[in-house]
């Protein structure tokens, strides 16, 4: 995996952040606008945390969206690999 241009793409973190978010919402049977204090959200996370089945489910959304489904097994393409900035 070409992690140091992964890790420089914004769009990657993003990725990263809604998936898990979305994993952990879901297991609450909340939507987004349920959310409505940042007290709702520490208590959300802090629930998330605490419940191993909720972190797998975190797990597997995080693992879903770092792993290119397009190449076999879990590493970049070699041209994927050679890249020095997102987007080359």
Same mark, same amino acid.
């Given at each position: 995996? %070409?992690?140091?241009? @992964?890790? @420089? %793409?914004?769009?990657?973190?993003?990725?990263?952040?809604?998936?898990?978010?979305?994993?952990? !919402? &879901?297991?609450?049977?909340?939507? &987004?606008?349920? *959310?409505?204090?940042?007290?709702?959200? $520490?208590? *959300? *996370?802090? %629930? &998330?945390?605490? =419940?191993?089945?909720? !972190?797998? !489910?975190?797990?597997?959304?995080?693992? =879903?969206?770092? =792993?290119?489904?397009?190449?076999? $097994?879990? &590493?970049?393409?070699?041209?994927? @690999?050679?890249?020095?900035?997102? $987007?080359?």
């Amino acid at each position: 995996m %070409n992690w140091k241009v @992964r890790f @420089r %793409n914004p769009v990657f973190w993003v990725q990263i952040v809604m998936s898990a978010f979305a994993a952990v !919402l &879901a297991y609450a049977g909340l939507t &987004a606008a349920d *959310l409505t204090t940042w007290e709702s959200v $520490g208590a *959300l *996370l802090c %629930n &998330a945390v605490r =419940n191993p089945y909720c !972190l797998l !489910l975190v797990l597997s959304s995080v693992w =879903n969206a770092v =792993n290119d489904p397009t190449t076999k $097994g879990i &590493a970049d393409s070699e041209r994927a @690999r050679k890249y020095d900035m997102p $987007g080359e």
